[in-house]
């Protein structure tokens, strides 16, 4: 089974409907991201907790809402989607033991599309 | 603000070869580089990270070096292997640190048979 879970893996919505893409790990760690990946531009952060209690704004937050329910779940909402908001959506999780070299383990992706 | 570039252009060699992909970065002295490799429809799989007093790092057939005069990393596949055809990202920790990653786009390598 996978580290990192990503439900679903393809969602097709219309403009205007709220979406919720989830996310469980079974790594322990304390630490969870949410990105997006567009062509050409890379990943880029939208939110990331590091812990239960913490949540913040990485570069990209507008129009995104995200929330904590547990240490294994972190999950991320388009509360009124639009179409610029397709894209593949990533969670990644790290752990904390050692701050600033640790690597990130990705889920296998959500591909959105919003028509 | 923080900036990463990387070959837009894809690499194609031919197997056996040696593959070397650039990561350049911009305004921003990083203490940590790491690199990740994507396969389609999956998610980023670490490959290897280096630290900015670390020269060079190996791990089997792969290499990276740092160098922060030049604000360079290169990324090296030794033995190339068809099997090595993915798209490879560079990241770079950020300034506010806490594990936060700037990502490039990525470079996507076709290794030939």
């Known amino acids: 089974d996978a580290d990192v879970t990503q439900t679903p893996r393809n969602r097709i919505t219309k403009t205007g409907k709220r979406i919720m893409l989830e996310c469980s790990q079974t790594?322990?760690?304390?630490?969870m991201y949410w990105y997006r990946q567009d062509p050409g531009l890379g990943l880029r952060l939208i939110y990331y907790?590091?812990?239960?209690?913490?949540?913040n704004k990485g570069e990209i937050s507008d129009g995104y809402s995200v929330s904590r329910q547990a240490q294994a779940k972190f999950s991320l909402s388009l509360e009124s989607a639009i179409p610029n908001q397709t894209a593949l959506y990533f969670c990644a999780t790290s752990d904390s033991a050692r701050q600033g070299n640790q690597p990130q383990h990705f889920g296998d992706g959500t591909r959105l599309s919003i028509l | 603000s923080q900036k990463i570039e990387q070959n837009s252009e894809a690499l194609n060699i031919q197997e056996g070869k040696t593959a070397t992909l650039t990561c350049n970065y911009t305004n921003y002295s990083p203490a940590y580089l790491q690199w990740y490799r994507q396969d389609p429809g999956r998610g980023p799989v670490f490959l290897l990270l280096?630290?900015?007093?670390?020269k060079e790092k190996r791990k089997e057939r792969l290499k990276v070096t740092f160098d922060t005069t030049l604000k360079q990393s290169l990324f090296h596949i030794t033995a190339s292997q068809p099997a090595d055809s993915a798209t490879y990202l560079c990241?770079?920790?950020?300034?506010?640190?806490?594990?936060?990653?700037?990502f490039g786009a990525g470079t996507r390598l076709a290794v030939h048979p």
């Open positions: 280096i630290r900015e007093n670390e």
């Open positions: 907790s590091f812990d239960v209690k913490d949540i």
């Open positions: 790594k322990g760690h304390d630490r």
């Open positions: 990241a770079l920790v950020s300034s506010g640190g806490y594990n936060k990653l700037i």
